[in-house]
């Protein structure tokens, strides 16, 4: 298993610009969310999927958008890039974990971001 | 709105030295998960506590949790380099029957001096 997966690691855009990060997961879990980690904040949920077909936003959605056309892939795109988005992105998929009665999450390696 | 508070949230010890990292969380909630960061890198599961007063250990590093409390902590016993990271609670918040989210503490930088 390759677990969770995400290109490019590392990312330079200028203002207004769109990309999309891309996100993958071979495991089968229907739950997946995108997170930002800024200096001091923590991560801070910007969307999240809980299957092929739905999404949702989180805490900080503002110029993202999200879908999520297959169990596997959940790409995160930025519309018209601002230098506030410059952040460490992750992507997380989980699932529950009946036997030991938790959330399993499991994180990609990341990609920095950085608008000028 | 669910928050939580790690404190301290930078820590500079001594090897050999033992602490503790305190996290509070505001509304009921009965998960709560701690996770390593190393510079550059991704987050890694350390512990997860299902239940008030559960507690796990795992080499130098303990965690416990107390619901009515709201409060978790984590003590690291006879700090050794290697534990230099940052590390973040989190606690899960669950509605609607499928849907839960993960909030995070802001994370306690701890650096372990020689």
């Known amino acids: 298993n390759a677990g969770v997966t995400q290109t490019p690691k590392f990312q330079v855009l200028k203002t207004g610009q769109s990309m999309t990060l891309q996100c993958a997961q071979d495991?089968?879990?229907?739950?997946m969310s995108w997170y930002r980690q800024d200096p001091g904040m923590g991560l801070r949920l910007i969307h999240y999927?809980?299957?092929?077909?739905?999404?949702d936003q989180g805490e900080v959605p503002n110029g993202y958008n999200v879908s999520r056309s297959t169990t596997e892939d959940f790409p995160l795109r930025l519309l018209s890039a601002a230098p506030s988005q410059t952040s460490v992105y992750f992507c997380?998929?989980?699932?529950?974990?009946?036997?030991?009665?938790?959330?399993?999450?499991?994180f990609g390696p990341g990609t920095r971001l950085t608008v000028t | 709105e669910l928050k939580v508070e790690q404190n301290p949230l930078f820590l500079s010890m001594q090897e050999g030295k033992n602490y503790t990292i305190y996290c509070n969380y505001s509304t009921t909630s009965d998960r709560l998960y701690w996770y390593r960061q190393d510079p550059g890198k991704s987050l890694e599961s350390l512990f997860v506590l299902l239940s008030n007063g559960a507690v796990k250990q795992e080499g130098r590093l303990m965690a416990s949790l107390d619901t009515k409390a709201r409060l978790s902590t984590l003590h690291i016993t006879a700090a050794v380099h290697d534990l230099s990271a940052t590390y973040f609670c989190?606690?899960?918040?669950?509605?609607?029957?499928?849907?839960?989210?993960?909030?995070f503490g802001k994370g306690t930088l701890l650096t372990v001096n020689p």
């Open positions: 999927s809980v299957g092929a077909g739905i999404t």
């Open positions: 989190a606690v899960v918040r669950v509605w609607g029957g499928s849907n839960y989210k993960l909030t």
């Open positions: 997380a998929s989980s699932y529950f974990d009946l036997r030991a009665g938790s959330y399993e999450q499991y």
């Open positions: 495991m089968n879990h229907e739950y």
